[in-house]
């Protein structure tokens, strides 16, 4: 077994044996960067793997939290029935929006704004979508303290640390067999030169759509987490762009097309910003818009410093770095 094998063997072990050191705020603090981890690594999987930017991803969070929110309040259907159905739901839009987009030669920074404008309309659909609740929200029953419900996501802190968790550890695992597996290879050489992939024979579209697809359903799940830990869905809040800068910050700043990338710049960004808010609230003060400040200087720093991201910077110092052979020069950590 590599180092590298006994590192992330032993991170997480540590993460496992977390909760039983920390308390409850800590522990949110967690939750917050699992989830950060876990869907940075499924936006990562469309760009970092195949090149294709999306600035409206918080489309697929909000598909995926109300399907799956509405499918338990309205008919009982649990939660991991829900998941399916969100996950199916994301699939078929995403699959769309591809089609739409890459079947008529729509890419770069116009694939970019395609992805906004779905996510806008679909904001504006359940703004006025009564039977979700509209700009009103929609609300999950929450249950006493202290009730363990595993089949219906109903539970503390601590059972959404160890889903979070799990949601995070599925990510990387599907991150790195793509990354070294025959798509990841079709992924990375579309990223890096379309004509060049269509002219070695890679079926650009399919491939193309196919990154769409996983990115759409993994993130979909992030949506039922979603729903289930914070039990209120707001439109506004769950589908507008700033959701979408959100999930993408943690892959650009830890590092755009490594595994380990997304969750570094979760920790980071999460930890800088709840050290903010801990430092305001004790000051008694409250600056608006301050974590958004926090979010752009830490991207300018990123971009001037490290423009490839804070991993590969640690994983050189580590002699952890290795190139994945197709020229890009991303690293495979």
């Not at 409850?24 to 960067?33: A, D, F, K, P």
């Not at 970092?48 to 999306?54: I, P, R, T, V």
């Not at 600056?287 to 958004?292: A, L, S």
Request: with cysteine.
């Amino acid at each position: 077994m590599s180092r590298a094998h006994l590192a992330l063997a032993a991170l997480l072990l540590a993460l496992l044996a977390l909760p039983l050191a920390l308390d409850r705020y800590v522990l949110s603090v967690m939750i917050l960067i699992l989830y950060f981890a876990y869907v940075g690594q499924a936006w990562n999987v469309m760009m970092g793997l195949c090149g294709q930017l999306s600035l409206g991803h918080a489309l697929f969070v909000g598909l995926g939290a109300y399907t799956a929110a509405a499918l338990y309040q309205h008919f009982g259907v649990n939660p991991w029935l829900g998941m399916l159905a969100a996950v199916a739901v994301c699939v078929a839009v995403g699959s769309f929006m591809g089609w739409l987009a890459f079947r008529f030669g729509i890419g770069g920074t116009y694939f970019a704004l395609l992805t906004i404008a779905f996510a806008e309309f679909t904001r504006i659909g359940f703004e006025n979508f009564a039977w979700v609740g509209g700009t009103g929200g929609f609300f999950l029953k929450v249950t006493q303290a202290g009730h363990l419900d595993l089949v219906n996501l109903r539970g503390g802190p601590l059972l959404f640390y160890y889903l979070a968790l799990a949601l995070a550890v599925l990510a990387f695992g599907v991150s790195a067999g793509l990354l070294r597996g025959r798509p990841g290879y079709y992924f990375r050489a579309i990223r890096d030169n379309e004509e060049a992939a269509r002219a070695a024979g890679v079926d650009v579209l399919r491939y193309k759509l196919y990154a769409l697809q996983i990115s759409a359903a993994m993130t979909a799940l992030a949506g039922v987490f979603f729903a289930f830990y914070y039990n209120a869905l707001f439109p506004e809040q769950i589908f507008h762009i700033s959701r979408s800068i959100e999930i993408i910050l943690a892959p650009i700043i830890g590092g755009i097309g490594t595994l380990f990338g997304p969750v570094l710049g979760a920790a980071v960004l999460t930890a800088l910003s709840e050290g903010i808010n801990q430092l305001l609230s004790m000051s008694g003060h409250e600056i608006p818009g301050v974590k958004q400040i926090l979010y752009g200087i830490a991207l300018g720093l990123a971009i001037m410093f490290m423009p490839g991201g804070i991993w590969p910077v640690i994983a050189r110092r580590l002699g952890l770095h290795r190139r994945d052979g197709d020229g890009g020069g991303h690293d495979e950590g």
